[in-house]
Every structure is written in structure tokens, then in C-alpha cells.
């Protein structure tokens, strides 16, 4: 074992050496290009069928099926001047647990050693509903999705490093310009009652109840070749909503899709072009700006949430691609980062945070009005309701069965009537050692933090680092749900209206403030080029996860069919716009991720040779499963026929994998359909 691990470290420093040269030839020929920049985007999906989606934290939503797969989206930044890097992702998924940073930096590391760390690699959740959950390791964000399920992890760990070295390898020298501008016309503020909370002085400072800012910085190699982009706005990822059962990236996940799609992006190719539509402070505000949304379950394209989807994606799309045409503003020279944990249920906040004495943090608990959820997605509203500050009497007794809070507690959480003291179970149901981040990648400063901050919690954040770092207002940027996730963050006025927003607000009013204490610190610790405190390391809870997740026993099909087996043929002929609807005799989508692979492929017949010109990623497809019998099922695979289509002769070609039960193997079967004409 001895000698194995000298092996290992002898290894590792090697390719460190390796790593390090190629940096320096890079620099060299970087002389005149401010910035060594990569991009890379890779398949973090996870399971489509029958297990619970994360985001809404209803019992009976289950997956059945993809309208566009999920992906992570990775950005090296470094400088040839000092060496130092930074790693920003934003991956499509709900939120970002420590169970993932954790998973992330282990692999990283076995790899690259210390060149990728906690320290420089920030992470960040666009926050869709619509993706599968059993990713985490706290029992909180596990209890809907019935445990945690190791196929989910592993897919999105795996997809985010691997994006990760996609960016690494496509390093090349470059420089990144930056534009800003507002859109106005993507979100609502959905808890104004509490935004009013806020003082009038500091409200008369904006126009809007939600932050409208739109920051987009373009990356280029040095020839001027587009790289990649990423951009930071406001809205929340809910467009589809509580009765969607098909997997998407929602409103961000489809602006992306149209932006690499306009740069002819090759998500197959391990470097093209990268369009990441960060999430902010999104925290109070919902893109449903809309009189309706679907009555049943939103399964096919015809469904009205995949319709509000496609407008608001489409507006972010539209004001990104302006500013990308547009940026002509270099962000400047220098790369530079900071990061530290902070005990969240033990912080004494000084009075320069909470404008009078110095107050405490608390012991993690969830008020009543979080179990009424929000106007995006209501929880249980026959029996609490927003804005609750009443206990009731039935539900202290089973909260007290549970775990009973203390008096402290009580005191300290007012005036939150606690439904749930979840800090106080073993492990915590919620993590406490919470990360706060800040990059500096030239005149651009990006915090990451660990959960959703409101409107104007944000704006406090934008302001006190723009008075620290002395760059333009709209350079700073909040990463939203970054590193590890905690509920919400309302301004210490705004919790006092307990919404749900405050009831989510775990560790107390006095919240925000922490996390501006933490950031200032942070910042100075950068500006003085001092290293900062790493602040209390958060637990590896990777050994306290069970499920109760059924397993695939076994596929069938019926006697004379095979797997593949079309049940329904398409029609003989289409118009442009119509759609395809065919039916195929399926395995259980949870045998094979069909990672990079998909589940469907439309087909065109160019030349006497079939050609793939759409996969279950596009965005005019859907593939929904449906259990039938006992073992039996359909893959529904539908394609609405794009107004630019080529007449032609096409079919559409089905992918998937089967367990077959007398030996429990896993095996690989495909179907193709008739052909069909569109003329």
C-alpha cells in the first residue's frame, strides 16, 4: 500500500510538472492576449423515468421522459501573467448540494492534483424544476425524491468534470470583452407583500421589484474567434411547472440551446462553442408573467408550460445575442479568487451588518409558510398559508415528536413559528458550513452563493462589492445557488413578512447580513492580498444515504415483438409544422442514461445515406415512457417539424436498453420507423 501511494504521488507531481509546462507555453505565446481561456459542455441528465423531479417537492411528480437534456457548462479563465485560474460552471440543474462540489473537487484532483480545488472552482445551479433529483447527501432535499439515488450523482458529477477537462483541454489564449444592459420583460416580483418590507429610501432606489441588470461577457481566442459567453440575469427556472413530467432546462436551459444553436454548437464535439445563461438573484421573482398555465400533465409539445418556456427562453436569447454582437469593452487583465466556509448557525454579526447591535445566527429551521409553498408551486395551503405567523397545535406536536426546538431557538428564529427544527437532526437535514466565493477575472467581480437571495438581498450584495472593489455597479454579478445549497436569503425586513421566501430562510433574520460579513471579508482579504480563513470544513455525509427507490426488475415486450418494435407508424406525409408521433416497444430508461447518446434520433435520408439531424437535446423534440403492464412500455417519441425543414424523406430512429429478467443482464436494443415524407 506504502509503495502504491509513493507511486501515486510520484504521479501526480509529474503531471503536475506536464501540466505546468504546457501553462507556460501557452503564456509565452498568450504575451499579447490578456487571458488563457477554454470552454467545454458535456451530459449531466441523469435518470428520465420514475423518479421524483427536485424543485417543487411534490410526491407525485415523476419523470416520464426528456423535452431536452440537462447539461453542465464549463469555463477555465486563467491569467499568463500569474498563473492563476479560475473554474465557473453553470450547470441545468435545480440546485447545487456540497455532495456535488465535493464529488467534483475529489475528481478533479485524483486528476489534476491541486490545480483545481474548493478555492477556484465555483459552481453554479440554473435552478430548473424540471430535472431529477436524489443528488444530494442532506435528507431535506432527498425526502420527496425518496433517497439518494447513486445513478443521479455519479451523472452529474461525472458530466460536470467532464466538462471541466473539455474547458481544460480547449485551453487557448484569448480575451473577454463585456457588455450590460436590463431586461425588463422575463419576471414578476411573486412576494411583493414582503419586498414592501424593505425600506421606502432604498425601494425609491430602483424602478423595478425584481433585478432586471443583464451582464454578458463575450470569451474569443486571438484570432477574435468566439469561445464561448456566459451571462448573469434574474429569473427563475419554474416556466414549466409542478405538473411537467419531462425533463428540461427550462427558460435558461432553451435560451443556451438557441444561442450554441446559432453558432452551429456540436454538443458531440469536445470543443465548440459554449452559451451559459447564469442564474442570479433570483430568489422573489417568477417568469410566469402569464394569465395560465397547463391544467393536466404537461407530457408533449403541445403542452402550454413548454409554450411560456419557449417566449421567456427566447427574450434572454434575444438580449444576450445583442450584447454579444455588441460587446467591443475588454474586462481588463487579472484573475484572482477568495473563498471560506461559514459556520451559518453560529455567526455573531456585527453591527456594521445589522444597523444597531451586534446579533446572532441560528439553528436551521423551516417556518410554516414554507409548507405552503409559493404562487410558482403551492405546497400544502389547506393547511398553512404565506405570510403565517401563528403556530397550530397539531403540528407542534408531530414537529416536537420529530426534533423539539429549544426556547433559544424559538426566540432566535422570530418571528418564523417553526414547522421543522431540521438543524437539530443527526446529520442535519441541512448543511451550515456554508461557502462564500468571490472571483475578480478583471474589472468583473462574481459572487457565488450558496442558495436563493431575493431581489434586494442581492442588490446589498451588489452594492457593498462595488463599493469594496471600485468597478462599474453592473461588473458585479450574483451566482446564484453556488457550491452548496441552504434554502433562501430575504433581507432581515423581508423575513419579518414571512412569506415563503422567509419561511425557507433557515438560519434567521439575521441571515443576509452573515453572508455580507462573510463577503466583505473575503473581498478585503482579496484587495490587501491577504489568504483568507478557510472557516469550518462542511461534513462528508456520503456514508448517512439510503433510498427507497424501487430498482428495474425486469423489461417485456409481448410475444412476436422485439425491443424496438414499432407500435405506432408515422404518417405517410407531414407539413412543415406538424407533428410526428411514433410509438416503439420500450426498455426502462433508468437501464442506460444514454449519456452523449439520447434516446431518439429524426433522421434525413441525403443521398441514398441517413443522417441525424435532431436527438432527444433538441428542443422540437420530446421522448415521454410510459409503463403500460407490469413490465411492458412505450417510448413515445414526437417531433414537431421545424418551419426551415428540408423536404425530403426522413424516419425517426429509437435507442435504448432492456434488462432482461431470467439473468438480470443490461442490454443495448434499437427501432427505426417507416420512412415519411415532408414536403
Request: net charge negative.
Given at each position: 500500500?506504502?509503495?502504491?501511494?509513493?507511486?501515486?504521488?510520484?504521479?501526480?507531481?509529474?503531471?503536475?510538472?506536464?501540466?505546468?509546462?504546457?501553462?507556460?507555453?501557452?503564456?509565452?505565446?498568450?504575451?499579447?492576449?490578456?487571458?488563457?481561456?477554454?470552454?467545454?459542455?458535456?451530459?449531466?441528465?441523469?435518470?428520465?423515468?420514475?423518479?421524483?423531479?427536485?424543485?417543487?417537492?411534490?410526491?407525485?411528480?415523476?419523470?416520464?421522459?426528456?423535452?431536452?437534456?440537462?447539461?453542465?457548462?464549463?469555463?477555465?479563465?486563467?491569467?499568463?501573467?500569474?498563473?492563476?485560474?479560475?473554474?465557473?460552471?453553470?450547470?441545468?440543474?435545480?440546485?447545487?448540494?456540497?455532495?456535488?462540489?465535493?464529488?467534483?473537487?475529489?475528481?478533479?484532483?485524483?486528476?489534476?492534483?491541486?490545480?483545481?480545488?474548493?478555492?477556484?472552482?465555483?459552481?453554479?445551479?440554473?435552478?430548473?424544476?424540471?430535472?431529477?433529483?436524489?443528488?444530494?447527501?442532506?435528507?431535506?432535499?432527498?425526502?420527496?425524491?425518496?433517497?439518494?439515488?447513486?445513478?443521479?450523482?455519479?451523472?452529474?458529477?461525472?458530466?460536470?468534470?467532464?466538462?471541466?477537462?473539455?474547458?481544460?483541454?480547449?485551453?487557448?489564449?484569448?480575451?473577454?470583452?463585456?457588455?450590460?444592459?436590463?431586461?425588463?420583460?422575463?419576471?414578476?416580483?411573486?412576494?411583493?407583500?414582503?419586498?414592501?418590507?424593505?425600506?421606502?429610501?432604498?425601494?425609491?432606489?430602483?424602478?423595478?421589484?425584481?433585478?432586471?441588470?443583464?451582464?454578458?461577457?463575450?470569451?474569443?481566442?486571438?484570432?477574435?474567434?468566439?469561445?464561448?459567453?456566459?451571462?448573469?440575469?434574474?429569473?427563475?427556472?419554474?416556466?414549466?411547472?409542478?405538473?411537467?413530467?419531462?425533463?428540461?432546462?427550462?427558460?435558461?436551459?432553451?435560451?443556451?440551446?438557441?444561442?450554441?444553436?446559432?453558432?452551429?454548437?456540436?454538443?458531440?464535439?469536445?470543443?465548440?462553442?459554449?452559451?451559459?445563461?447564469?442564474?442570479?438573484?433570483?430568489?422573489?421573482?417568477?417568469?410566469?408573467?402569464?394569465?395560465?398555465?397547463?391544467?393536466?400533465?404537461?407530457?408533449?409539445?403541445?403542452?402550454?408550460?413548454?409554450?411560456?418556456?419557449?417566449?421567456?427562453?427566447?427574450?434572454?436569447?434575444?438580449?444576450?445575442?445583442?450584447?454579444?454582437?455588441?460587446?467591443?469593452?475588454?474586462?481588463?487583465?487579472?484573475?484572482?479568487?477568495?473563498?471560506?466556509?461559514?459556520?451559518?448557525?453560529?455567526?455573531?454579526?456585527?453591527?456594521?451588518?445589522?444597523?444597531?447591535?451586534?446579533?446572532?445566527?441560528?439553528?436551521?429551521t423551516l417556518g410554516y409558510s414554507f409548507g405552503a409553498g409559493t404562487t410558482d408551486g403551492p405546497g400544502l395551503e389547506i393547511f398553512f398559508h404565506q405570510g403565517q405567523l401563528e403556530t397550530d397545535p397539531f403540528f407542534v406536536f408531530i414537529r416536537d415528536i420529530i426534533k423539539q426546538p429549544t426556547p433559544s431557538m424559538i426566540r432566535c428564529q422570530q418571528p418564523k413559528p417553526?414547522?421543522?427544527?431540521?438543524?437539530?437532526?443527526?446529520?442535519?437535514?441541512?448543511?451550515?458550513?456554508?461557502?462564500?466565493?468571490?472571483?475578480?477575472?478583471?474589472?468583473?467581480?462574481?459572487?457565488?452563493?450558496?442558495?436563493?437571495?431575493?431581489?434586494?438581498?442581492?442588490?446589498?450584495?451588489?452594492?457593498?462589492?462595488?463599493?469594496?472593489?471600485?468597478?462599474?455597479?453592473?461588473?458585479?454579478?450574483?451566482?446564484?445557488?453556488?457550491?452548496?445549497?441552504?434554502?433562501?436569503?430575504?433581507?432581515?425586513?423581508?423575513?419579518?413578512?414571512?412569506?415563503?421566501?422567509?419561511?425557507?430562510?433557515?438560519?434567521?433574520?439575521?441571515?443576509?447580513?452573515?453572508?455580507?460579513?462573510?463577503?466583505?471579508?473575503?473581498?478585503?482579504?482579496?484587495?490587501?492580498?491577504?489568504?483568507?480563513?478557510?472557516?469550518?470544513?462542511?461534513?462528508?455525509?456520503?456514508?448517512?444515504?439510503?433510498?427507497?427507490?424501487?430498482?428495474?426488475?425486469?423489461?417485456?415486450?409481448?410475444?412476436?415483438?422485439?425491443?424496438?418494435?414499432?407500435?405506432?407508424?408515422?404518417?405517410?406525409?407531414?407539413?412543415?409544422?406538424?407533428?410526428?408521433?411514433?410509438?416503439?416497444?420500450?426498455?426502462?430508461?433508468?437501464?442506460?442514461?444514454?449519456?452523449?447518446?439520447?434516446?431518439?434520433?429524426?433522421?434525413?435520408?441525403?443521398?441514398?445515406?441517413?443522417?441525424?439531424?435532431?436527438?432527444?437535446?433538441?428542443?422540437?423534440?420530446?421522448?415521454?415512457?410510459?409503463?403500460?403492464?407490469?413490465?411492458?412500455?412505450?417510448?413515445?417519441?414526437?417531433?414537431?417539424?421545424?418551419?426551415?425543414?428540408?423536404?425530403?424523406?426522413?424516419?425517426?430512429?429509437?435507442?435504448?436498453?432492456?434488462?432482461?429478467?431470467?439473468?438480470?443482464?443490461?442490454?443495448?436494443?434499437?427501432?427505426?420507423?417507416?420512412?415519411?415524407?415532408?414536403?
Amino acid at each position: 500500500m506504502t509503495k502504491a501511494m509513493t507511486v501515486l504521488r510520484i504521479f501526480l507531481k509529474l503531471n503536475k510538472l506536464f501540466l505546468s509546462l504546457i501553462f507556460i507555453s501557452l503564456s509565452c505565446s498568450a504575451a499579447q492576449s490578456p487571458f488563457i481561456i477554454g470552454a467545454g459542455i458535456y451530459d449531466i441528465t441523469g435518470a428520465a423515468a420514475e423518479i421524483n423531479m427536485l424543485g417543487y417537492a411534490q410526491l407525485q411528480q415523476y419523470a416520464q421522459g426528456i423535452h431536452s437534456r440537462l447539461w453542465s457548462r464549463a469555463f477555465i479563465i486563467a491569467s499568463p501573467d500569474t498563473g492563476k485560474r479560475v473554474v465557473f460552471v453553470s450547470a441545468d440543474l435545480g440546485m447545487i448540494f456540497q455532495s456535488i462540489k465535493q464529488g467534483v473537487i475529489k475528481e478533479l484532483q485524483d486528476q489534476y492534483g491541486d490545480l483545481y480545488n474548493d478555492k477556484n472552482v465555483m459552481i453554479s445551479a440554473t435552478h430548473t424544476h424540471s430535472g431529477t433529483g436524489g443528488y444530494a447527501f442532506e435528507h431535506l432535499y432527498n425526502f420527496t425524491i425518496r433517497g439518494f439515488y447513486k445513478k443521479n450523482y455519479k451523472a452529474v458529477v461525472n458530466g460536470i468534470v467532464q466538462s471541466i477537462i473539455r474547458a481544460h483541454q480547449n485551453l487557448e489564449p484569448g480575451n473577454i470583452y463585456i457588455e450590460t444592459s436590463e431586461l425588463t420583460n422575463t419576471s414578476k416580483n411573486r412576494s411583493v407583500s414582503a419586498y414592501l418590507k424593505n425600506p421606502e429610501e432604498e425601494r425609491n432606489q430602483y424602478e423595478h421589484d425584481t433585478d432586471k441588470s443583464f451582464t454578458l461577457i463575450k470569451l474569443v481566442n486571438e484570432k477574435e474567434e468566439p469561445i464561448g459567453t456566459i451571462n448573469w440575469h434574474a429569473v427563475h427556472g419554474v416556466s414549466m411547472s409542478n405538473k411537467n413530467v419531462l425533463i428540461s432546462g427550462d427558460n435558461k436551459g432553451y435560451a443556451s440551446y438557441l444561442f450554441e444553436k446559432s453558432m452551429q454548437s456540436d454538443y458531440l464535439n469536445p470543443k465548440t462553442f459554449v452559451a451559459a445563461f447564469a442564474q442570479a438573484n433570483e430568489g422573489d421573482n417568477s417568469p410566469n408573467i402569464f394569465d395560465s398555465s397547463s391544467d393536466g400533465d404537461c407530457d408533449k409539445m403541445t403542452c402550454l408550460d413548454i409554450q411560456h418556456t419557449f417566449i421567456i427562453g427566447e427574450r434572454q436569447y434575444r438580449k444576450a445575442k445583442e450584447l454579444f454582437d455588441a460587446a467591443n469593452t475588454p474586462i481588463g487583465k487579472g484573475v484572482d479568487y477568495r473563498h471560506q466556509y461559514l459556520d451559518m448557525e453560529n455567526t455573531s454579526v456585527g453591527s456594521e451588518f445589522t444597523g444597531g447591535a451586534e446579533e446572532h445566527t441560528c439553528r436551521a429551521t423551516l417556518g410554516y409558510s414554507f409548507g405552503a409553498g409559493t404562487t410558482d408551486g403551492p405546497g400544502l395551503e389547506i393547511f398553512f398559508h404565506q405570510g403565517q405567523l401563528e403556530t397550530d397545535p397539531f403540528f407542534v406536536f408531530i414537529r416536537d415528536i420529530i426534533k423539539q426546538p429549544t426556547p433559544s431557538m424559538i426566540r432566535c428564529q422570530q418571528p418564523k413559528p417553526i414547522l421543522l427544527a431540521v438543524g437539530l437532526n443527526e446529520p442535519a437535514w441541512v448543511p451550515h458550513n456554508m461557502p462564500v466565493q468571490i472571483f475578480k477575472i478583471g474589472d468583473l467581480v462574481i459572487a457565488g452563493v450558496p442558495g436563493e437571495f431575493t431581489t434586494m438581498s442581492g442588490r446589498r450584495i451588489k452594492n457593498l462589492l462595488h463599493e469594496a472593489f471600485l468597478v462599474p455597479e453592473k461588473h458585479v454579478v450574483i451566482a446564484g445557488l453556488s457550491n452548496s445549497y441552504a434554502g433562501y436569503i430575504t433581507t432581515p425586513e423581508e423575513y419579518m413578512q414571512q412569506n415563503y421566501e422567509g419561511g425557507f430562510t433557515v438560519f434567521g433574520p439575521w441571515t443576509l447580513p452573515a453572508y455580507l460579513q462573510g463577503l466583505k471579508q473575503i473581498a478585503l482579504d482579496m484587495i490587501y492580498q491577504r489568504e483568507s480563513d478557510p472557516g469550518p470544513l462542511p461534513e462528508d455525509l456520503s456514508d448517512h444515504t439510503g433510498n427507497i427507490i424501487p430498482s428495474v426488475v425486469f423489461d417485456d415486450v409481448p410475444p412476436t415483438l422485439n425491443f424496438g418494435s414499432v407500435h405506432l407508424e408515422p404518417e405517410e406525409q407531414y407539413q412543415r409544422g406538424e407533428l410526428v408521433h411514433v410509438i416503439f416497444w420500450a426498455g426502462h430508461p433508468r437501464n442506460n442514461l444514454e449519456t452523449m447518446k439520447g434516446f431518439l434520433e429524426v433522421q434525413r435520408n441525403a443521398g441514398g445515406e441517413w443522417q441525424t439531424i435532431a436527438h432527444d437535446w433538441d428542443f422540437n423534440t420530446v421522448y415521454r415512457w410510459e409503463r403500460i403492464f407490469i413490465a411492458y412500455a412505450y417510448g413515445h417519441v414526437y417531433w414537431k417539424i421545424p418551419a426551415d425543414a428540408i423536404p425530403g424523406t426522413y424516419r425517426i430512429k429509437h435507442l435504448g436498453h432492456y434488462k432482461y429478467g431470467w439473468n438480470q443482464q443490461i442490454y443495448p436494443y434499437e427501432g427505426i420507423s417507416k420512412p415519411f415524407k415532408v414536403i
